[in-house]
């Protein structure tokens, strides 16, 4: 179990580069927005059960949550890429709903909920 609390649907995350600088809004929020094809991407790999694809995208969102100032989204996919490296997917399901609750909060953060 996660020692880092679960978002709830009210829950709001402001990325940490946008507390640094509000002028980087645009590119946070293509960030957020292209969130859903991510985790969709990440869906279409398990049907396959590509581990090369899954490995390969959740090492992709972990790197750029990180730079987008999203450090909780950014360990979410280390723990997800660390397993799927060793090819384990009992999780999946649930990483799948943490990561939808955080681009949710994300774009709460943002001013944009839907």
């Not at 880092?4 to 929020?29: F, G, N, T, Y």
């Amino acid at each position: 179990m996660s020692s880092a609390p679960e978002p709830s649907k009210a829950a709001r995350l402001v990325s940490q580069l946008l507390l640094e600088d509000v002028s980087l809004r645009d590119i946070v929020a293509e960030f957020v927005a292209d969130l859903a094809v991510r985790i969709q991407e990440l869906k279409e790999a398990r049907e396959k059960m590509d581990w090369d694809q899954l490995t390969l995208l959740s090492h992709r969102l972990k790197g750029a949550a990180g730079s987008y100032g999203y450090p909780d989204i950014s360990r979410l996919c280390a723990q997800m890429e660390q397993k799927f490296r060793a090819h384990e997917l009992d999780q999946f399901g649930r990483w799948i709903a943490e990561l939808n609750e955080l681009a949710e909060a994300a774009r709460a953060g943002l001013g944009e909920e839907e």
